[in-house]
């Protein structure tokens, strides 16, 4: 409870009384005249009603003894028991008779009483409330002097003492009763609106705190959040120079995290969030920061670094505690962390740019095969610029139709001619030259843009060959990322129709990569190409796991040996030779054709003669060339073959015919 509610609810509370107090004194006020009001009444009344029956006040106010009928409304008047005194004055105010409960009998010295005189003189009844100052008189009693008018002129006047005590008890009983009832509704009329305000004020602090906490707290787990995160990084970050040392920024993500939710439900996933969270904490040290920053990310602030060692051990706290088997409704999950790190002051001094060095080292511990931690370096940095102006390069390609196509020749080994192109799409650089598909088609894959790439590359090379001599077909290669749609056959079949391209002269290149995802599904797209009539071919075959496993699932026109194979011929154990020949070898007996890639010097040439491949293809035999030198170097391949061999260095654009 805070001060501001003590105050007020003291304050209300003096209110409180006040108002009980004031009620209390309102009433007692208001009995206190009801009660004197009443004793006058009644004494002056039994003051009337003796000058009204007594027919010889006259005569008793001239010293005479009362007649009978007057001494037996004396008597009467005294066994009422409210009357315990009467008194006849003459007109001067002296005193004649007095009736008292012992006697009645003449007064034997008379005594002048002042408010006889009063009433007398201004002809009205004089009323006085009197408290008993001795035993013989009531505790309470009224006087009442009433005066006797005959013929217009005052005769007498008539006392009389009435006993007022009981009514008086009466009166303050009720007085008591009045009051407390008064002043419990007064309690209760203020005390039930001073409740629901004290609920209200509550339940408004309540929301308030709670609004105050999910203002810095991430509501699933508890955790900082990202505004409480900056508030104390920036506190750390200042004093980091008067206190010295080092500060780590750890960025945590946790692997496949999406699985768990795709698998299990969000239920599930929000379970893993609050485990990984209370992981996390018992793996930092208490002075550390930890946040929750979304989704499954989390950052630890790591006071007081030592050096790169310490937080290198905290980081592999981490990943080792994350990697324990989580049960989430009975079944187990495992899931594992990356990890980013960046150091104040080394890597940054203020709060954006060390976020930004941790998060380009969690993008590397990321590419790196996850399940890792990985420092900052200004590589990254370097590496992030360079993706950031790929990207803008792909957007802009996309967006203006920005590719280039290549073309690199196929030739058939067994009659030595040209059988073909590969269409290998380039990526022109701002700076000049090209980027490799190597580098740019993942990315690509990424930004979501390979669907249309892929496209264009499809209907480009189809429009391409349609223009060669008919016994040339042309290769394309196809990503996995165009399968997922479902729609491949589609795009193909558009593709063929639209460039007039007889199917037989497509090949569709694919890599072990697309068929290890859904394969069901994968094949039955396969199976719908093959019956397009075009050519399915395995790509960068025998660089895979189960690369021989497909060969039995799925009847591939041709097989492409890796170049990875080439580069390695001529090494002193002479593995890659045999792993070359077996492969055609099995390529026969399956009854598909082999290409040899990777070609490039002579005595590559000069194995691969040797061998019962179907096609060989390499800089040997021409480096990939834009469209606009095709004719040219068609024409050249039917020219005889020189008497030396090209120097494979020679990055002319011309086709050679084997020999």
Known sequence: MTKSIYRTLGTVTLILLALIGMTWTTVRFATEHLLYEDARSTARQWAQNLAENAGDLEQIASGEM???????????????????????YNREGLSQLVSTREQIAPVGVSEHSPEASQAIAERRAIVLIKE??????????????????????????????????????????????????????????????????????????????????????????????????????????????????????????????????????????????????????????????????????????????ADKSEAEALAQRVIATLQEPFVIDGQTVRVGASVGIAMAPTDAIDIAQLMRCADLALYKAKADGRNCARFFSSQLDIDKQARLAMEQALRHAVANDGFDLEFQPVYDSTNKTLAG???????????????????????????????????????????????????????????????????????????????????????????????????????????????????????????????????????????????????????????????????????????MQVTVEG???????????????????????GRPMPESALGASMLAALRPEPTEPKDPSDTSTTLRKTG
Request: with cysteine; hydrophobic share 45%; charged share 25%.
């Open 132 to 305: 008993g100052a001795s035993p013989d008189l009531p505790t309470f009693y009224a006087e009442a002097y009433v005066p006797v008018i005959a013929d217009g002129e005052p005769i007498a006047a008539v006392a009389a003492y009435v006993n007022q005590a009981e009514e008086r008890d009466r009166f303050y009983a009720t007085f008591v009763r009045a009051a407390i009832a008064l002043c419990a509704l007064t309690a209760l009329a203020f005390l039930i609106p001073a409740g629901a305000w004290y609920r209200r004020t509550k339940e408004k602090e309540r929301a308030d705190e709670q609004i105050r906490y999910l203002a810095h707290h991430d509501a699933m787990t508890g955790l900082d959040n990202r505004h409480q995160l900056s508030e104390k990084l920036q506190r750390a970050l200042v004093a980091l120079p008067e206190r010295g040392g080092k500060l780590a920024l750890h960025y945590v993500d946790l692997d496949h995290f999406k699985d768990v939710n795709d698998m299990l439900g969000h239920d599930a996933g929000d379970a893993l969030l609050q485990l990984a969270a209370e992981r996390l904490r018992m793996a930092a040290r208490k002075k550390d920061v930890v946040a929750r920053i979304g989704g499954d990310e989390f950052t630890i602030v790591q006071i007081d670094a």
């Open 599 to 621: 070609v490039e010097t002579d005595g590559q040439a000069t194995f691969v003669r040797n061998l019962d491949a179907d096609e060989v293809q390499g800089f040997y035999y």
């Open 421 to 591: 192109f590969e269409a290998l799409i380039r990526l022109p650089s701002f700076e000049g030259g090209t980027i490799s598909p190597s580098v740019f088609i993942p990315v690509a894959e990424e930004l979501g843009l390979i669907q249309y790439i892929g496209t264009w590359v499809l209907k480009r090379a189809c429009q391409t060959a349609a223009t060669w001599p008919e016994h040339l077909s042309v290769a394309v290669n196809m990503s996995p990322a165009q399968f997922n749609t479902g729609n491949v056959c589609e795009v193909v079949a558009l593709a063929l129709r639209e460039s007039g391209l007889e199917p037989r002269r497509l090949e569709l290149e694919i890599t072990e990569g697309l068929l290890l995802g859904d394969t069901e599904a994968v094949m039955k797209q396969l199976n719908g190409l093959k019956k397009l009539g075009v050519s399915i071919v395995m790509d960068d075959f025998g660089t895979g796991y189960s690369s021989l496993s497909y060969l039995w699932r799925f009847h591939f026109d041709k097989i492409k040996i890796d170049r990875s194979f080439m580069s390695a011929y001529g090494d002193a154990n002479g593995n890659a030779e045999t792993i070359v020949k077996t492969i055609v070898a099995l390529g026969r007996s399956l009854n």
């Open 66 to 88: 009362p007649t009978s009928a007057s001494m037996a409304f004396f008597q009467w008047a005294q066994r009422s028991g409210h009357v315990f005194r009467y008194e006849i």
